[in-house]
């Protein structure tokens, strides 16, 4: 089946400590996304890339860094610069940014505490 | 103020009733979108709107551009239906969505 897998499912990191979350698609998607959900907030999107090799900062890039090596992987490092980093993070894709009715996949998150 | 405002908020319902959430924005827009997350965090894409109206299954989504609102509706509810709807809004000035805060919707045998 075709969709997005995010690992781990939950996370947890200790004082100074970089960590990666991962998110595969199998969609053949070009465009992907990485969003932080804080309770009682709406998504806020960290960074998003349109092909691979290629990524841009969204509103909440501080503290994070990504990669696009490859089209279909897209991993989200929560650096020991992010001095709140506790929040689910999801992943999502889509065929095209920017088009005008494109759906959005999303992936099942992940949970990141600190220790 | 938020861009997207959701109402309301929490909204608990028995099995059969009408539901009816409201998404309000304060930009202009090229596409709404409602998804729907469920418990374990995973989000689905239910509708993408740009105008008029669009039904799938029990699950009707309407806006009004010149009205800057937009509402999704639930008929004949059920428990399978509890979860939190999203609002998200595409800027015509941009690319990026914009996140309402969500609706809990749970809906009681």
């Known amino acids: 089946d075709g969709g997005i897998t995010q690992s781990p499912k939950y996370l947890f990191r200790k004082e100074g400590q970089n960590v990666t979350l991962s998110c595969e698609q199998n969609?053949?998607?070009?465009?992907m996304y990485w969003y932080r959900q804080d309770p009682g907030q709406g998504l806020r999107l960290i960074y998003y890339?349109?092909?691979?090799?290629?990524?841009q900062k969204g509103d909440i890039a501080e503290g994070y860094s990504v990669s696009r090596e490859k089209k279909e992987s897209f991993p989200l490092t929560v650096t020991s610069a992010q001095k709140n980093p506790t929040a689910f993070y999801l992943c999502?894709?889509?065929?095209?940014?920017?088009?005008?009715?494109?759906?959005?996949?999303f992936g099942s998150g992940t949970q990141l505490s600190v220790l | 103020k938020n861009e997207v405002e959701q109402s309301p908020q929490n909204l608990t319902a028995q099995e059969g009733e009408f539901i009816t959430i409201n998404c309000s924005y304060s930009?202009?827009?090229?596409?709404l979108h409602w998804l729907q997350q469920h418990p374990g965090g995973g989000i689905v894409s239910l509708f993408m709107?740009?105008?008029g109206k669009k039904k799938h299954g029990r699950l009707i989504a309407t806006i009004n551009i010149q009205e800057k609102h937009s509402s999704l509706h639930i008929t004949a509810s059920h428990p399978r239906d509890s979860a939190v709807y999203i609002c998200?809004?595409?800027?015509?000035?941009?690319?990026?969505?914009?996140f309402g805060e969500g609706t809990q919707l749970t809906v009681n045998p």
């Open positions: 999502a894709s889509s065929n095209r940014a920017g088009r005008l009715l494109e759906k959005l996949f």
């Open positions: 969609l053949n998607h070009d465009a």
């Open positions: 890339s349109q092909i691979v090799n290629d990524f």
């Open positions: 930009v202009g827009i090229s596409a």
């Open positions: 709107l740009s105008s």
């Open positions: 998200a809004v595409r800027e015509t000035s941009g690319s990026r969505l914009t």
